[in-house]
Structures are given as structure tokens and as C-alpha cells.
T-cell receptor, first 114, second 114 residues
Framework: DQQVKQNSPSLSVQEGRISILNCDYT??????FLWYKKYPAEGPTFLIS?????DKNEDGRFTVFLNKSAKHLSLHIVPSQPGDSAVYFC?????????????FGKGTKLTVNP | DAGITQSPRHKVTETGTPVTLRCHQT?????MYWYRQDPGHGLRLIHY???????DKGEVSDGYSVSRSKTEDFLLTLESATSSQTSVYFC?????????????FGPGTRLTVL
């Protein structure tokens, strides 16, 4: 049973426009949500996070929105740049028994065209 | 890069042979994780550790074992490798960042089992 879903395997946008990557989750016990970016042949790199008690977090060109009632979050990249082309993973954090674990979505491949 | 190295970076082995992957960190992090990444599956947790000699299973632990005899090293062992274990393996550590336990990843090990 997939607890974190990224329903779009791929997304293509023009340079300078907005990229919106979406993520849905099913477990209301998740306490944080994180976005990671991954280039080929490299490890995932942390981008931005949001607490479950917030509805927005912004860091430069990246903004994450959280809609708890809909169990939905989205990552907005404005303006998109060719260097943003990568696979983006949504992850949800669950703390149980003193241990913290992440559950990842399957990823969305973003292509930003010059 | 959170001071995480993985070795080897690439390995080709044959079915039935034992394989050990090493994750090394230099910053005394308590939590360490092993993931595998496969097309269409995102990142899946294999095992994790919350201290020396303290480990627990993740969602895809069958066929894998781990050991942590020192804080800095977390070893992943495939006792008898199978072709289904061909994957890219990532190690991660967890660090508290602005109140959020954020995981940082190593560069990965590409394992091919023939």
C-alpha cells in the first residue's frame, strides 16, 4: 500500500515558467514532509521541508504548500531553470518508537526546456 | 555532503556470492539508513540503525543484513546475492535541521548481480 504517491512520472516546462510537482499521502500521522532532488549517478539532495502544522514554506525559488485536509502537498519552482531538470522525490517523515523514518514517493522527472 | 562515503561505488558480482557494502560517516550521526532505488519504485528502506549495535528492519529487508559496530560505519550484507538485488544502494544519515530530522544521502553504490 503506497502511503506517498507522486502520480505524475514526468513533467516538462519551459525555462522561466513555473514548475508544480504534486504529492499525495494517506497517513495522517506523518509529521514532516520533505522534497529531494536527484541527478543521474548522484545521491538525492535535500531541497526543502515543511512541518505538518504549517501550510507553506519558502526558500528562494522553491515553495512547498501543504493542504492537510486534502492530504496533498506541492512543490513550486519559480522561475524554472534548465539546471532544475532532475527527478524530484516527495518524502514523508514518521516518528515511531523513538525512531524516525522516511517514506518516499516514486518520483517525478522534471525537464526544463531552454 | 554530510561527510558520507560509500564503497565500492560500483560492483558486479555473480548470483549466490556474498556482497558487503560499506557506508562511512565522519560526523558522529546516530541514525543511519540503507535504501535501494529501482525504476518505478523510488527509494525503499532496507534497514536502519539508531546507534551502535542497534538496528531494525525496513520495508524491503528480506535477503539483507546489517551491522554497526562503530558509530561511523554501517555495513549492508547480501548473504547470497540474487539478480533481484541488482539496484542502486544509498546510505543516509539523519540530522536535525531547523527542527526537522532531515536525511542526507551518500553518492550511492551501483550493484549488478549476474
Amino acid at each position: 500500500d503506497q502511503q506517498v504517491k507522486q502520480n505524475s512520472p514526468s513533467l516538462s516546462v519551459q525555462e522561466g515558467r513555473i514548475s508544480i510537482l504534486n504529492c499525495d499521502y494517506t497517513n495522517s500521522m506523518f509529521d514532516y514532509f520533505l522534497w529531494y532532488k536527484k541527478y543521474p549517478a548522484e545521491g538525492p539532495t535535500f531541497l526543502i521541508s515543511i512541518s505538518s502544522i504549517k501550510d507553506k514554506n519558502e526558500d528562494g525559488r522553491f515553495t512547498v504548500f501543504l493542504n492537510k485536509s486534502a492530504k496533498h502537498l506541492s512543490l513550486h519552482i519559480v522561475p524554472s531553470q534548465p539546471g532544475d531538470s532532475a527527478v524530484y522525490f516527495c518524502a514523508a517523515s514518521l516518528t515511531q518508537g523513538g525512531s524516525e523514518k522516511l517514506v518516499f514517493g516514486k518520483g517525478t522527472k522534471l525537464t526544463v526546456n531552454p | 555532503d554530510a561527510g558520507i562515503t560509500q564503497s565500492p561505488r560500483h560492483k558486479v558480482t555473480e548470483t549466490g556470492t556474498p556482497v558487503t557494502l560499506r557506508c562511512h560517516q565522519t560526523e558522529n550521526h546516530r541514525y543511519m539508513y540503507w535504501y535501494r532505488q529501482d525504476p518505478g519504485h523510488g527509494l525503499r528502506l532496507i534497514h536502519y540503525s539508531y546507534g551502535v549495535k542497534d538496528t531494525d528492519k525496513g520495508e524491503v529487508s528480506d535477503g539483507y543484513s546489517v551491522s554497526r559496530s562503530k558509530t561511523e560505519d554501517f555495513l549492508l550484507t547480501l548473504e547470497s546475492a540474487t539478480s533481484s538485488q541488482t539496484s542502486v544502494y544509498f546510505c543516509a544519515i539523519s540530522e536535525l535541521l531547523a527542527g526537522v530530522y532531515t536525511q542526507y544521502f551518500g553518492p550511492g553504490t551501483r550493484l549488478t548481480v549476474l
